[in-house]
């Protein structure tokens, strides 16, 4: 073999090794480092930023899950009783129970926390709490902006908001803020014991669909949960 050919082996075989090395590392990934576009694992400043990434994200979901029970429970979750209590009702007479009370609490704690994290650790911008409009059959998006979603709910009991999601978190990988590059959500189950899941509609627009599969039409990327037992995790719609 000439040196000519055999540098060329040598270089394709380097080439394979190091192609095999990368899908290794990818397979034992988290599932928040999978779902990250690899343009995107490349901006991050460093190797281990998306591994922090994750990390942090998930001490928010504890430090919500133990803060909020703190304020009600002090050193103890609620009971399965009590998470089904209803506490009061909501300004269309809705009952609202104890754990959506405090799921609300927990995400407000979870996401202020979230957005310190990602203002140091994610390379590109971001949106909370940003709510959308989805047509599924045009395949179509649109932002609701924030007055005009505050002016809905100030109006009271509306039909306005019905078709529309809110995620969380939606990671951009550019300007194009209707498009996501990871879309995450934080869910607090109450009791603690109970596993965290993708709301499923039942009727409606997307009735028979899971949170997940509208967030990932309606945006693109993957959509993951985030809970306090379970951190960052892949659940299937």
């Not at 506490?87 to 979230?114: F, I, N, S, W």
């Not at 100030?154 to 498009?179: F, M, Y």
């Not at 959500?185 to 109970?194: H, L």
Request: net charge negative; with cysteine.
């Amino acid at each position: 073999m000439d040196t000519e050919t055999a540098g060329k082996a040598r270089h394709a075989a380097y080439v394979a090794e190091q192609a095999s090395a990368r899908a290794a590392t990818q397979a034992m990934a988290s599932p928040l480092v999978r779902a990250i576009p690899p343009a995107m694992l490349a901006l991050m400043q460093q190797e281990h930023d998306a591994d922090e990434l994750e990390q942090q994200l998930a001490a928010c979901a504890i430090q919500a899950e133990q803060l909020g029970n703190a304020r009600y429970f002090k050193d103890r979750p609620p009971t399965r009783q009590e998470c089904a209590e209803v506490v009061e009702q909501d300004r269309c007479g809705k009952p609202v129970t104890r754990a959506m009370k405090l799921g609300q609490h927990k995400h407000v704690l979870a996401l202020q926390c979230a957005e310190a994290v990602l203002k140091e650790l994610w390379p590109a911008p971001f949106s909370i709490e940003q709510r959308y409009r989805y047509y599924p059959n045009a395949r179509f998006l649109e932002t609701i902006s924030r007055a005009k979603e505050a002016q809905l709910i100030a109006d009271g009991c509306t039909d306005e908001l019905r078709g529309t999601i809110k995620p969380d978190i939606v990671l951009h990988g550019d300007r194009d803020l209707l498009r996501s590059a990871l879309t995450l959500d934080f869910k607090f189950p109450c009791p603690d014991t109970n596993g965290p899941a993708w709301t499923r509609y039942g009727t409606g627009t997307y009735a028979g669909m899971s949170q997940r599969s509208v967030y990932e039409e309606a945006l693109g990327g993957q959509a993951l949960l985030i809970s306090p037992r379970t951190g960052v995790k892949e659940v299937e719609p």
